[in-house]
C-alpha cells in the first residue's frame, strides 16, 4: 500500500464507529479493524498515565451520574480501560473487575452491569471479544501461510514443533530446506495478523525477525492485512502481502 491512502485510513480511525464507515467505502474489514488496533494501542501506551492521573476525577464524575461510556468518550480512551480505572479508584481488586467484564450479572448493581455491558460491547481493542478476534485473525494467517506451503509440497517445521528445541525465538514456519522467493534465499516464513507500517515493521525485526535471521538465515515475514511499499529493510528480511498467495517458492539450484 502507498503511504498516502495509509495515512489517510490511519488518521481517519479515531473512533469505532469509522471502522463501518470506511468498510462501507470499500476497504477490507481484516485491513480496517487492524489498523484500528494497533492505532488504539499505541495511543494507549502514549497516553496511559497522563489518563490514569485522572482516575479520582473519572470516579467523582461517575458517582455523580456520568456513565463509564461518556466518561470514557470523554476521555478518547478505550472504555474497559477506562472503567478500570474507575472500579479499582473505588476499591475493586484487578481480578474482580475482569470478573465483571467477562460476567456483568455478578455485579449488585443491574444499572452498573447494563453499563459494563455497554463497554464491552464498545470496546474494539480490549473486550473479550476483541481478544477473541485478533486470535483468530493470528490463527487466520497461519492458516493461509501454512495451506500456501502444502500446496506446493514445501516441508516446515512450526513453532509448536520448534518449542523448547533448536531455539528460543522460533519462526511460524522453518523450512526443511532452504528455497527461492524472488529468487532470494529464504529458510523461514514469519505469518503477521497485524499491518506492516513502520512502527509494527520496527517492532517485529528488533523482537523477532533480525534474531531469526541470526539463528536461522534469511526469511520472509507475511503481513496478511497489508504493508506499506518501500520499506527499508535489514538485512536478510524480507517483506510480503496477501498476494504472496499468487506465487510460489523454488527450489534453489545445485
Not at 218 to 228: A, E, I, M, R, S
Request: aromatic content about 12%; overall charge negative.
Amino acid at each position: 500500500m502507498e503511504f498516502k491512502e495509509y495515512r489517510d485510513i490511519y488518521n481517519s480511525l479515531n473512533r469505532p464507529a469509522d471502522i463501518q464507515r470506511l468498510i462501507d467505502q470499500g476497504y477490507d474489514r481484516r485491513l480496517v479493524e487492524t489498523l484500528f488496533t494497533q492505532k488504539t494501542s499505541r495511543d494507549v501506551k502514549k497516553r496511559y498515565h497522563s489518563v490514569k492521573n485522572s482516575t479520582a476525577r473519572m470516579l467523582r464524575d461517575w458517582k455523580k451520574g456520568k456513565t463509564l461510556m461518556e466518561i470514557a468518550d470523554q476521555y478518547a480512551f478505550p472504555p474497559i480501560l477506562a472503567a478500570m480505572f474507575i472500579f479499582l479508584e473505588d476499591g475493586t481488586s484487578k481480578k474482580q473487575f475482569w470478573e465483571f467484564i467477562r460476567t456483568p450479572e455478578l455485579l449488585d448493581s443491574p444499572e452498573t452491569a447494563e453499563e459494563v455491558r455497554d463497554v464491552v460491547k464498545n470496546d474494539y481493542v480490549y473486550s473479550p471479544w476483541a481478544n477473541d478476534s485478533q486470535k483468530e485473525r493470528g490463527i487466520w494467517g497461519e492458516e493461509l501461510l501454512q495451506g500456501w506451503l502444502d500446496s506446493q509440497g514445501i516441508t516446515y517445521r512450526t513453532e509448536n514443533d520448534l518449542r523448547g528445541g533448536i531455539g528460543q525465538k522460533t519462526p511460524d514456519c522453518l523450512l526443511d530446506e532452504p528455497m527461492l522467493y524472488n529468487g532470494k534465499k529464504i529458510c523461514w516464513v514469519e505469518s503477521k495478523a497485524s499491518f506492516g507500517d513502520n512502527v509494527e515493521f520496527r517492532f517485529n525485526s528488533r523482537k523477532q525477525l533480525i534474531p531469526y535471521t541470526k539463528l536461522f538465515g534469511p526469511g520472509v515475514v507475511v503481513y496478511w492485512t497489508g504493508c506499506l511499499d518501500d520499506m527499508e529493510l535489514p538485512e536478510d528480511v524480507y517483506i510480503a502481502d496477501m498476494s504472496i498467495l499468487d506465487g510460489k517458492l523454488e527450489k534453489i539450484p545445485s
